[in-house]
Nanobody
Framework: QFQLVESGGGLVQPGGSLRLSCAASGFTLDYYAIGWFRQAPGKEREAVLCISHSGGSTNYAGSVKDRFTISRDNDKNTIHLQMNVLKSEDTAVYFC????????????????WGQGTQVTVSS
């Protein structure tokens, strides 16, 4: 069974950092792009960052530029999202999702989704 499990969310103060992880089971991430999406209360789910099967990354959310980075650890079949200088507007449920080979900012191209992890940025 193809499965993605996110971890690493929590409560952090503005300016702080968190590292989210997305672990795959039942399949290898070598041939998949992994996107991170987030959904704040009352808002649409939006694409944040994506990393292709070859390791190239794409930033879909201008607000996280120079603060968030995405990386892959193929040995551990895991994708990480490093979030620095967090702001209150980063508060959301963060999801990772898998898509064959290349990235897309459309959620409809991703066919395996994790359950989400809550990130709350508050003092």
């Amino acid at each position: 069974q193809f499965q993605l499990v996110e971890s690493g969310g929590g409560l952090v103060q503005p300016g702080g950092s968190l590292r989210l992880s997305c672990a795959a089971s039942g399949f290898t991430l070598d041939y998949y792009a992994i996107g991170w999406f987030r959904q704040a209360p009352g808002k649409e789910r939006e694409a944040v960052l994506c990393i292709s099967h070859s390791g190239g990354s794409t930033n879909y959310a201008g607000s996280v530029k120079d603060r968030f980075t995405i990386s892959r650890d193929n040995d551990k079949n895991t994708i990480h999202l490093q979030m620095n200088v967090l702001k209150s507007e980063d508060t959301a449920v963060y999801f990772c999702a898998a898509r064959a080979l290349s990235c897309s900012d459309s959620r409809w191209g991703y066919h395996v989704w994790g359950q989400g992890t809550q990130v709350t940025v508050s003092s």
